[in-house]
């Protein structure tokens, strides 16, 4: 099968594109052929296809560029002419089969969307985020989940300036998918089947009033490239714990990090990744030994001593879609102790390998003193977290499942 795929960044970014990736290594494996469609940037991966990826934008609020760039940026966010040319050209030039959607908003736009209908190619869509009920993506700013955000006609996303703060970023986000979702129907009319990547993310959408027929729960597998441990490892001689991801408000490592501070939490953490919030967290962690910011690391470097480590922290405040993170936790025999947002309770209550804290009443720092507790009793105790995250991702998450389950919503489109 010719497979066509779409992301507007074309390097391991986010989760999506990391995803994207790993899907493409996933159908290639197995003898189908993957075209791509995307954006123009220096840290791009190299294709055969990118003389057909539309020329860079960057919508980064702090770049410097002038008015007018600016303009035809917005303007761009709502209808691209360009990427409407350059995916006619590819598909005039290429056999499509299908097209698989992951983010295209601002950079690409849902222009390209009618122009794949035109030529009767079917298209699905993997849903990664709430950007198609939400302004900002994520529901969440200002310390706080807002569903109201997405509601109606997104005024209240304007009202409460839910985009960096920002109203005059917030009017045009909000514009933008008023435009796309309530004038044009640009994704209701043009993508036939919608992939969640958890049941969670189904039932918001659902919720927030979306057809439940067009949309299937398919949840992410593990990387081709990570392996399994073949065996429970044991526990290290003190408790470290170990927290791995972007350094953003939404992610909440900055409301841990400030939790481990206030507490005095005594066990070692180490945190690996990069974001906005790193200047911020360096100089709230400086003079504290217990806490090690390492930056962004790739991940045979973050996992090499998973061996030393007793659990893993997800932290996420916001909606959680899936969270990849605890399957790489899992499949390196380590339980995760999590806030539960979103699609992460799911995974902790089906694979019994982790436990779910809540920020009142020092429930987090009962969770580190629970979790693989070699002189508990309880059936719990020792080992067994570890053991359950092992045998969970074992008889889950696999890619060949995966690759099972996507080729039959495939052909059903």
Request: one cysteine or more; aromatic letters at 12%.
């Amino acid at each position: 099968m010719n497979v066509l795929q779409v992301n507007k960044f074309f390097y391991k970014r986010g989760g999506a594109e990391h995803h994207m990736f790993d899907l493409a290594e996933l159908l290639t494996k197995h003898g189908d052929n993957v075209l791509y469609f995307s954006m123009q940037d220096k840290h791009n991966e190299k294709s055969e296809f990118s003389k057909y990826f539309v020329s860079n934008a960057d919508f980064s609020s702090d770049t410097k560029i002038n008015f007018w760039q600016k303009i035809k940026n917005v303007g761009r966010m709502f209808y691209s002419f360009e990427a409407k040319k350059k995916i006619g050209e590819l598909l005039k030039n290429e056999k499509i089969d299908l097209v698989h959607l992951h983010n295209i908003y601002h950079h690409i736009s849902p222009s390209i969307l009618p122009v794949i209908k035109k030529q009767g190619i079917p298209v699905v869509m993997t849903l990664h985020d709430y950007k198609l009920l939400c302004p900002n993506y994520t529901f969440y700013h200002h310390g706080a989940v807002h569903e109201e955000d997405g509601r109606g006609w997104y005024c209240s996303c304007v009202k409460n300036k839910c985009l960096n703060n920002s109203f005059v970023q917030s009017f045009i986000v909000t514009m933008e998918m008023i435009f796309h979702n309530k004038l044009k129907k640009y994704y209701e009319k043009n993508v036939d089947l919608f992939i969640a990547p958890s049941q969670f993310v189904k039932d918001i959408f659902v919720r927030f009033g979306w057809d439940e027929k067009k949309i299937v729960v398919l949840e992410h597998f593990l990387p081709l490239n990570f392996k399994i441990k073949d065996r429970v490892s044991d526990l290290p001689k003190e408790k470290r714990f170990i927290c791995v991801g972007r350094l953003s408000s939404e992610k909440g490592i900055d409301k841990l990090i400030k939790y481990w501070l206030k507490n005095n939490i005594k066990y070692k953490l180490d945190i690996f990744g990069n974001g906005p919030l790193m200047p911020t967290l360096q100089e709230l962690v400086s003079g504290c030994e217990n806490i090690i910011l390492h930056g962004q690391k790739d991940r045979n470097e973050i996992y090499k001593n998973i061996v030393d480590y007793t659990a893993m922290i997800v932290p996420t405040e916001f909606y959680e879609p899936f969270g990849l993170i605890v399957l790489e936790a899992f499949a390196s025999g380590l339980p995760v102790i999590t806030s539960g947002r979103g699609a992460l309770g799911g995974l902790i209550k089906k694979s019994k390998a982790g436990l779910i804290f809540s920020w009142d009443n020092n429930s987090l720092q009962e969770k580190l003193e629970q979790i693989n507790d070699s002189h508990r009793a309880s059936t719990f105790g020792d080992k067994k977290y570890r053991e359950n995250a092992l045998q969970y991702i074992r008889e889950n998450h696999q890619a060949e499942g995966y690759y099972n389950e996507i080729m039959r919503i495939y052909k059903s489109v």
